[in-house]
């Protein structure tokens, strides 16, 4: 007998009618011939409304009492959802995440899940029960209730769903919304956005970790390392949905597919930093060390021996950040500034593998649309840039919109975010994502609904093996490492900190048809931005020559300056940027060989490095050893 696991978000279950149509589909599902687990988050903002309490109690709450007060909102949720099915006349059981054998690490407020028990939810499925499991909840090895970060719901169902899975399950996991699926981008931010009718893993992890909230990222990060056929779809409607599956050859027919803004993010930079082997190291451990995730990060080059490191963390850990970096600042002789409140809008097409121009396209369209590029960072399938929010604009409310204590704070964040919206819809325009995509992918039958597939955790060759690997779920899975060894670097330092220029370099580059890897913006002085981007060494003269033109016409005071000999580095895998320890690992490895790192990219299943190419081949034996890669 088929397990499906179903997700009820917040906002679907704000009412008793909302909880009513929740234990109606599960109902369904289970005389559909299958064993049926409902997991579900607080009602409505509940979560938002209990933080807003601790805050009445306490500036600084204890991280211990927050989880013991968050973990209440699911509590409600699975009484009420369990006492709905009863009502409807079918056998229902609630548990809490611990009452389950929801093990996590110890982190309170963003905690990892370590494994699920099963046994106990198999006896209440066996037994005929629907099961309703409370989202967002587990406890750590002292019994200690502990949560996993805003929006963990989602990655409660789809980590039990793969539990049931490697306990032998043929399982689904449909994870019902307030929206039709996945779109091209927020539609309540752009209203022509385009509901996809399927997307793959990687797209989806990109996109949900760089800021599109309709998915937690952790939980794709479980469906892909465990093979768990989901689906997002409408909880007020039967509406199909979006599959979210594997990479197919059609998905790299377009090169971009969707555009996500992110609106809480802070930026950090540190000026003056030596340009020596160890110190991205130095640095990134020690916010590894204190678990903040770092999100973008953009090293540069660096002129006369000193580098400028730019990065982005949540706005609720700059603090954190700032007092973690004080000292290493102050150690290497660096500056260390906060700048002001800033966006981020990301594409990310698994086409972007095999399409070139795509931030040539990206920066024409912000440009035309008269928004400034603080950073830019670029990945295997994504590009991101920073744009800094206009702090006199005022918030305006769309039309339609609906009033503030309605709508999430997610969306709140959006609302303030004038310029990332404007860039947003800029951007999504440009690729055209609003058109229906002709001739991609519906197959004969219309669905995309994978067939079951057989348990391939990457790494790991048995069952037995993959049981094992229950120990630590959410553990980084870094697949491979590759090494482009023939690469070339050109930085164009002091150039004008204006809307624009970007794009005039990238236009000039792409007319000569030269392809760009990686391309990193950081900002060096007021004023004044540093750009490197790499490209293939055949080209590197005529790429050079364009580079020297274009910007001459820019500004006749900026230099170009050309590396012939670098090698690109990078790590491919699951959950590479969440997982502090990755970066951690990378830089560290490269460190203790005496490795300098020239250039920084990461997003989530890609980290990428430039290096000297002299050294590339040793770098890559050294990343493969440090991530026992074979
Ligand atoms: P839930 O309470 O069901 O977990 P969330 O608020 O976490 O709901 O996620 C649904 C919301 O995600 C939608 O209301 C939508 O505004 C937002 N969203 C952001 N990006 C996207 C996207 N690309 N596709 C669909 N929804 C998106
Ligand atoms: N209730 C939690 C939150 O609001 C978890 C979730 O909804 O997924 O973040
Ligand atoms: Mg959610």
Request: with cysteine; aromatic share 4%.
């Amino acid at each position: 007998m088929g397990v499906v696991v179903q997700k009820f978000g917040g906002s679907s279950l704000r009412d008793a009618d909302l909880v009513r149509e929740a234990a109606r589909k599960a109902i369904r599902a289970k005389h559909g011939g299958n064993q049926v687990i409902v997991v579900v988050s607080a009602q409505g903002n509940t979560t938002d409304d209990l933080i807003a309490k601790a805050a009445e109690m306490t500036a600084r709450p204890s991280a211990r009492e927050m989880d013991m007060l968050l973990a209440t909102g699911e509590q409600i949720s699975i009484a009420l959802t369990a006492m709905a099915i009863h009502d409807l006349g079918e056998k229902a059981v609630s548990f809490t995440g611990p009452q389950i054998g929801i093990i996590t690490d110890d982190t309170h407020r963003k905690a990892r899940i370590r494994g699920i028990e099963t046994a106990r939810l198999r006896k209440a499925l066996d037994a005929g029960n629907i099961v309703v499991l409370a989202g967002f909840q587990g406890m750590n090895r002292r019994e200690e209730i502990t949560t996993l970060g805003r929006g963990g719901s989602d990655t409660t169902a789809v980590a039990v769903a793969a539990a049931m899975k490697l306990a032998g399950a043929d399982v689904e996991c449909e994870i019902y919304t307030d929206v039709d699926g996945v779109y091209t981008t927020d539609p309540r931010v752009v209203p022509d956005a385009r509901k996809m009718d399927a997307i793959s893993y990687d797209e989806m992890l990109e996109m949900a970790s760089m800021g599109a909230g309709v998915m937690h990222s952790r939980s794709i990060e479980f469906a892909k390392k465990f093979d768990v056929p989901l689906v997002v779809r409408n909880a007020r409607s039967d509406a199909p949905g979006t599959w979210i599956v594997p990479e197919s050859d059609w998905m790299r027919e377009i090169p971009v597919c969707g555009v996500a803004l992110a609106a809480d993010e802070a930026r950090l930079v540190l000026e003056g930093v030596p340009d020596r082997p160890g110190v991205s190291h130095q640095i990134f451990a020690e916010l590894a060390n204190v678990n903040i995730a770092v999100d973008m990060i953009a090293q540069s080059a660096g002129g006369g021996g000193k580098a400028t490191i730019g990065f982005t963390v949540l706005n609720a850990e700059r603090d954190r950040t700032l007092r973690t970096l004080r000292p290493i600042a102050a150690d290497l002789g660096a500056v260390l500034r906060e700048t002001g409140r800033v966006t981020k809008v990301s594409v990310v097409g698994a086409g972007m593998r095999t399409h070139t121009g795509v931030a040539e396209k990206m920066f024409a369209a912000l440009s035309a649309a008269g928004i400034n590029l603080k950073m830019i960072t670029t990945g295997d399938i994504k590009i991101s840039v920073l744009i800094e929010e206009d702090e006199a604009a005022p918030v305006p409310a769309e039309p339609g919109e609906p009033p503030a204590a309605k709508v999430k704070q997610a969306h709140l964040d959006a609302q303030k975010a004038v310029l990332g919206r404007k860039a947003l819809r800029a951007v999504h325009a440009a690729f055209g994502l609003a058109q229906p995509r002709k001739g991609a992918g519906v197959p004969a039958d219309g669905s995309f609904k994978p067939r079951p597939a057989p348990l391939v955790v990457p790494g790991v060759r048995d069952r037995e093996a993959a049981v094992a690997r229950l120990e630590g779920m959410e553990d980084v899975l870094v697949s491979s490492a590759q090494l482009n060894p023939d690469q070339s670097r050109i930085t164009i330092l002091d150039l004008p900190d204006r809307p624009g220029n970007c794009s005039t370099v990238f236009n000039a580059v792409a007319t000569g048809g030269i392809v760009v890897d990686m391309i990193v913006q950081n900002l060096t002085a007021p004023g004044k931005a540093e750009l490197s981007f790499t490209v293939p060494r055949a080209d590197l003269t005529r790429a050079l020559k364009r580079t020297q033109d274009v910007v001459r016409l820019i500004d006749p005071g900026c230099r170009v300056v050309g590396d012939g000999d670098v090698a690109v580095l990078f790590v491919l895998g699951v959950g590479m940027r969440t997982h502090t320890g990755v970066a951690r690992g990378m830089f560290g490895a490269l460190a203790d060989r005496g490795i300098n790192i020239n250039m920084i990219n990461t997003s989530e299943v890609c980290v990428g490095v430039v290096v000297d190419a002299a050294r590339g081949e040793e770098a890559l034996a050294c990343l493969k050893e440090a991530f026992r890669i074979e």
